[in-house]
Nanobody, 118 residues
């Protein structure tokens, strides 16, 4: 069974940076898209960035030029580097992968809280 654990969140001032990590344990197969999502109170979960197993990336317009998604194959870990953070980036961030047949890697984890505030 695949498990996903997010970490790296925290409190940061506007303009600051954070790098989130998503460790995936268990067996995964090729043909997927790994995504970072976020959810803030009263809002639906939204896709922030994603990367396919072949390395193609996607970014939500709200984070283009500021966030970068990447993967360390050896560690089975995905990262989300977040620069020039804004208060509107405040949310709980989650990761999950989805195979091309639509099935997710596993259950959603606890997420990691990112708070951007002065």
């Amino acid at each position: 069974q695949v498990q996903l654990v997010e970490s790296g969140g925290g409190l940061v001032q506007p303009g600051g940076s954070l790098t989130l990590s998503c460790v995936v344990s268990g067996s995964i197969f090729s043909g997927y898209t790994m995504g970072w999502y976020r959810q803030s109170p009263g809002k639906q979960r939204e896709l922030v960035a994603s990367i396919t197993s072949s390395g193609n990336t996607y970014y939500n317009d709200s984070v283009k030029g500021r966030f970068t998604i990447s993967r360390d194959n050896a560690k089975n870990t995905w990262y989300l580097q977040m620069l020039k953070l804004k208060p509107e980036d405040t949310a709980v961030y989650y990761c999950n992968g989805r195979y091309y047949n639509g099935i997710y890697f596993g259950d959603w984890g606890q997420g990691t809280q990112v708070t951007v505030s002065s």
